[in-house]
Nanobody, 127 residues
Framework: EIHLVESGGGLVQAGGSLRLSCAAS????????IGWVRQVPGKPHEGVSS????????YYGGSVQGRATISSDNAKNTVYLQMDSLEPEDTAVYYC????????????????????WGQGIQVTVSS
């Protein structure tokens, strides 16, 4: 059974930074893409970033391009999302997602298609 556990969320001031972590288990890490999807209540899911573990290719949504960096520690089966220059508009619940076939920009453009989801973690950016 796939488990994805997010950590690192919380309250941060605008302009600040935080790093989200996603600890994965229950599957062959290198065979998957791992993504970050966020949601504001009442709005649809938004693809934030993803990484294809096998080749390390990284993808970013337009709203975080240049402010976010996704990385993976394959020895720890963990993916990180570093977010800088945070804005109040980044306030959302952030979900770690995994899928064996939802690769690249397609996964960001179709965030509801991710096969596995973590429980989500709140990120609040105050102005």
């Amino acid at each position: 059974e796939i488990h994805l556990v997010e950590s690192g969320g919380g309250l941060v001031q605008a302009g600040g930074s935080l790093r989200l972590s996603c600890a994965a288990s229950g599957f062959t890490f290198e065979d998957y893409a791992i993504g970050w999807v966020r949601q504001v209540p009442g709005k649809p899911h938004e693809g934030v970033s993803s990484i294809t573990i096998s080749d390390g290719k990284k993808y970013y949504g337009g709203s975080v391009q240049g402010r976010a960096t996704i990385s993976s520690d394959n020895a720890k089966n963990t993916v990180y999302l570093q977010m800088d220059s945070l804005e109040p508009e980044d306030t959302a619940v952030y979900y770690c997602t995994a899928d064996q076939f939802l690769l690249g920009q397609w996964g960001l453009s179709n965030p509801d298609l991710w096969d596995s989801w973590g429980q989500g973690i709140q990120v609040t950016v105050s102005s």
